[in-house]
């Protein structure tokens, strides 16, 4: 037990996944809210190669609250990120702080400064769902930190919603919804898990890192755009989604690939002719883009039935599901084969995250590379497109659980809270 007056802080860490639509999120009923024209359903990534870490700490000794993206401190007076706050310190309760044995009372949360260091171990603001897992992350991290009560089926879904709107899909693993909901209030907007990750464990996932660079366009200017200008738009919202949501549901709880594609290709496809015919029109994918797509329409096509289903979100960067691990690694083999690394480039740093994909393959080097056959369904094409250093990188995985504590490292100085540690990322 502690002195009366010693100082003391209180910490905790917790890692959030990324996730990826297969039915998109585009536009909002309430922009304050955050509340979506549409429900969505999204697959969790593996947190252990897309996530974001965030440590919180309180102290008396904290004289404002604070933080740090990725080792650069941002200011925290963004709308959003002071609705996260004061939702949490409106839930928190009664905590002890171990390290003395002293009681925070839940009314002393909200005059108690918070400092919070957030990293992800993917690129920000590409359109890869940094800001769904940081905001996540953050919300639970909070909720850990001031003692809330779990409650996916409620609280902490819609405060992190109001962080990002699809952050409320990331708390939760496997296969999650993201109900639109009706009431104003937003309190029936909440994410819900349709299947754990262990449901359809032998789906593969690569995602091809065309550029990390930060889009030109945000999501959020970019919806409200949208939203102004695009007649499909509404359209796709109060006709096609319905009924994909359904569809893309019953194709999750049968596991049954053939339909996961076609709706998840679909989908995706609609969501950029929104961008398109939105005015000014919005230019997510580039040419690299619409090659990858090209490999899998062709692959596809060939095999008679889908292999591998692809999904853009706001950025360039495909994300591509394979069927089986089977075809996961003929996945791999191909992009490295289209898409191969610079000839001075790193090998070992070109394919990251799990690296059973790649050991599936036998591709060990760039030498290896250069004696891939070219698949079948390039016999005929003219010239395919070989540009080394085309796409920057890419990242195998599966899908994962949703948010979880770590018990360390801390991002913060373990000791006083007060400063970030070097980057563990």
């Known amino acids: 037990m502690g002195r009366e007056g010693e100082p003391w802080v209180v910490m905790k860490t917790a890692r959030a996944p990324s996730n990826i639509a297969v039915i998109k999120y585009w536009g909002k009923r309430d922009e304050k809210l955050i509340l979506p024209i549409n429900s969505s359903i999204s697959v969790t990534l593996d947190p252990e190669h897309l996530s974001a870490t965030t440590t919180v700490a309180a102290s008396p000794a904290f004289h404002s609250d604070r933080l740090w993206l990725n080792g650069k401190e941002v200011s925290v007076e963004g709308e959003r990120y002071k609705n996260c706050l004061r939702e949490m310190r409106a839930r928190a309760t009664d905590v002890e702080v171990e390290s003395t044995g002293r009681v925070i009372k839940k009314e002393e949360w909200s005059s108690l400064h918070i400092h919070i260091a957030s990293e992800n171990n993917f690129p920000t603001?590409?359109?890869?769902?940094?800001?769904?897992?940081?905001?996540?992350?953050?919300?639970?991290?909070?909720?850990?930190?001031?003692?809330?009560?779990?409650?996916?089926?409620?609280?902490?879904?819609a405060i992190a919603r109001l962080g990002s709107g699809s952050a409320?899909?990331?708390?939760?693993?496997g296969f999650v919804k993201w109900n639109m909901g009706q009431e104003?209030?937003?309190?029936?907007?909440?994410?819900?898990?349709?299947?754990?990750?262990?449901?359809?464990?032998?789906?593969?996932i690569i995602i091809a890192v065309v550029s990390s660079r930060q889009k030109e366009t945000s999501s959020t200017s970019g919806m409200q755009e949208s939203v102004r200008t695009s007649p499909l738009l509404k359209f796709r919202a109060e006709e096609v989604v319905p009924k994909r949501i359904e569809q893309m549901e019953k194709a999750i709880k049968s596991m049954d690939f053939a339909e996961f594609a076609k709706i998840t290709c679909a989908d995706s496809n609609q969501f950029h002719a929104t961008c398109l015919d939105t005015s000014p029109p919005i230019f997510y994918l580039?040419?690299?883009?619409?090659?990858?797509?090209g490999l899998v329409e062709r692959w596809n096509r060939h095999a008679g039935e889908p292999q591998v289903a692809y999904t853009f979100d706001a950025g360039p960067n495909a994300v591509m599901f394979a069927r089986n691990k089977e075809v996961g690694a003929e996945l791999l083999k191909r992009l490295l084969y289209q898409f191969p690394p610079s000839s001075d480039a790193d090998f070992s740093r070109y394919v990251i995250g799990?690296?059973?994909?790649?050991?599936?393959?036998?591709?060990?080097?760039?030498?290896?590379?250069?004696?891939?056959?070219?698949?079948?369904?390039?016999?005929?094409?003219?010239?395919?497109?070989?540009?080394?250093?085309?796409?920057?990188?890419?990242?195998c995985t599966t899908a994962g659980?949703?948010?979880?504590?770590?018990?360390?490292?801390?991002?913060?100085?373990p000791v006083s809270g007060l400063l970030p540690k070097k980057s563990a990322f």
């Open 354 to 395: 799990d690296q059973s994909i790649l050991e599936s393959t036998g591709v060990t080097s760039l030498k290896d590379i250069d004696s891939l056959s070219a698949p079948a369904e390039l016999s005929g094409v003219v010239n395919p497109p070989r540009i080394p250093g085309e796409v920057d990188y890419l990242i």
């Open 286 to 293: 580039n040419d690299t883009s619409r090659r990858l797509i």
């Open 168 to 173: 409320c899909r990331s708390l939760l693993g």
């Open 125 to 157: 603001a590409a359109g890869l769902a940094s800001s769904a897992a940081g905001f996540a992350c953050l919300v639970y991290a909070l909720a850990q930190l001031m003692g809330v009560k779990e409650n996916y089926e409620g609280e902490l879904s």
């Open 184 to 204: 104003a209030d937003g309190r029936d907007s909440i994410a819900t898990q349709l299947a754990e990750h262990s449901h359809w464990d032998d789906l593969v």
């Open 401 to 413: 659980k949703g948010a979880y504590v770590l018990d360390g490292p801390h991002l913060l100085d």
